[in-house]
Every structure is written in structure tokens, then in C-alpha cells.
């Protein structure tokens, strides 16, 4: 059974910073799709980054290009999301997701053209709150 488990989330201030990690298990598959997508109350879920971890290339969504950044620790089938800068309007629910394939060929463009919140798995959520 696919898990994907959170952390890292909480209140920071305005400018502050917060990482969050998403830990994969259960998957057969050795292809992956992992990103983050997030939802503020009364609005619709949007991306935010996504990661084809077999190259480690990357996709930002424009709102936080710049300020936040994906990594991944393989050993540990883990990514992060180093949260830099942080604004208001950055409050939301935080959610990671995967797809798993078998197979790679163009597996890395469709993995990061499509958003995250559209990836098949995802992990309970985790709230992170900004204040000003």
C-alpha cells in the first residue's frame, strides 16, 4: 500500500522559512512522480512544484519560483520543500503526491507538465500558516 507521509509544516512569521518532507513507501514501481500542491481555504488547489526523480529535474510553479526548492534523498525515498521568503498568501494546506510507472520513456516530460495535484497518490496534508 502507497503511503506518502508528511511534515514539517507550521506557523511562521512573514519572510521566514520552513521545509517540509514527504516520505514514499509502499510503491512497486521504480519510476516517480513526486510534487506538492497546496489549497487555502475557499480556493481551489493549485501546484507548486513537482520532481521526475530519476533525473531530479525539476517544475516551479511562477507563484514561488525562486523562493522555494525541491530536493530529494534517494536512499530514503524522500523529497523536500525548502520554503524560503514566505508570504501571506503562501497559507495553505501543503500536499505531497506521486505517480509511480514502470517504464521511463517520456515518462519525464509528461511527469513535469503535469501538476501535482493531479498525481494519483498524496499524503494526508500538512498546514503551513503565515502571518504578517
Known amino acids: 500500500q502507497v503511503q506518502l507521509v508528511e511534515s514539517g509544516g507550521g506557523p511562521v512569521q512573514a519572510g521566514g522559512s520552513l521545509r517540509l518532507s514527504c516520505a514514499a513507501s509502499g510503491y512497486t514501481y521504480p519510476y516517480k512522480c513526486m510534487g506538492w500542491f497546496r489549497q487555502a481555504p475557499g480556493k481551489e488547489r493549485e501546484g507548486v512544484a513537482s520532481?521526475?526523480?530519476?533525473?531530479?529535474?525539476?517544475y516551479y510553479d511562477d507563484s514561488v519560483k525562486g523562493r522555494f526548492t525541491v530536493s530529494q534523498d534517494v536512499a530514503k525515498n524522500t523529497v523536500y520543500l525548502q520554503m524560503n521568503s514566505l508570504k501571506p498568501e503562501d497559507t495553505a494546506m501543503y500536499y505531497c503526491?506521486?505517480?509511480?510507472?514502470?517504464?521511463?520513456?517520456?515518462?519525464?516530460?509528461?511527469?513535469?507538465?503535469?501538476?501535482?495535484?493531479?498525481?494519483?497518490?498524496r499524503g494526508q496534508g500538512t498546514q503551513v500558516t503565515v502571518s504578517s
Open positions: 503526491a506521486a505517480d509511480f510507472y514502470s517504464y521511463a520513456p517520456g515518462l519525464q516530460s509528461r511527469c513535469l507538465q503535469t501538476p501535482a495535484v493531479e498525481y494519483h497518490y
Open positions: 520532481i521526475y526523480t530519476f533525473s531530479g529535474n525539476i
